[in-house]
């Protein structure tokens, strides 16, 4: 009796090890996986590139009165109007009217203003152009095409490249 009980407990434990190999085999293999992922070799970000300004040096365009060569008032600066490259191709200035009030917003270009004495906020800018000539000018519009008013012999066509 003893040898049958250890043949059936022998083929117990054959079937056992057939069945749990059997069944490794089915399932896909698992493998541990860390819980954080190892740090990355990321390089960090050089700093940034930095420029200090003496306050003397620059000043803030927009809202800055704009008088004429006879110091006739032009309008303030309302707006910069730059390229695709980001070169700055003219300014918007709102003419004349008086608080709001017939106004309109024409294009100069760039180079036809001057900044001779731009320290204090209340300096205005120098528009090469007479007060005749600027109201000449077509109102901008934006979604329009722009037409660039400039000083005599001084302004560039901007040519699309795209």
């Keep these: 009796m ?21 069944r490794a085999e089915s399932e896909p293999q698992q493998t541990a996986v860390p819980a954080t992922p190892p740090a990355a070799t990321k390089e960090p970000a050089p700093p940034p590139s930095v420029t200090v300004i003496a306050p003397k040096e620059a000043h803030g365009v927009l809202g800055r009165e704009v008088r004429s060569p ?7 600066i309302v707006d910069v109007l730059v390229d695709h490259t980001g070169t700055v191709r003219a300014a918007v200035i709102d003419f004349c009217g008086f608080l709001g009030v017939g106004s309109r917003k024409i294009v100069v270009d760039w180079n036809a203003l001057h900044f001779g004495r731009v320290n204090n906020k209340g300096d205005s800018l120098t528009l090469e152009l007479t007060k005749a000539q600027v109201a000449a000018a077509p109102e901008y519009k934006e979604g329009t095409p722009i037409v660039v008013l400039g000083a005599a012999g001084n302004l560039s066509p901007f040519e699309d490249e795209h």
């Design 70 to 76: 006879t110091d006739e008032n032009m309008g303030r």
């Design 2 to 22: 003893r040898g049958r009980r250890q043949f059936i407990f022998s083929g117990l434990l054959v079937l056992l090890a057939a069945t749990v190999g059997a």
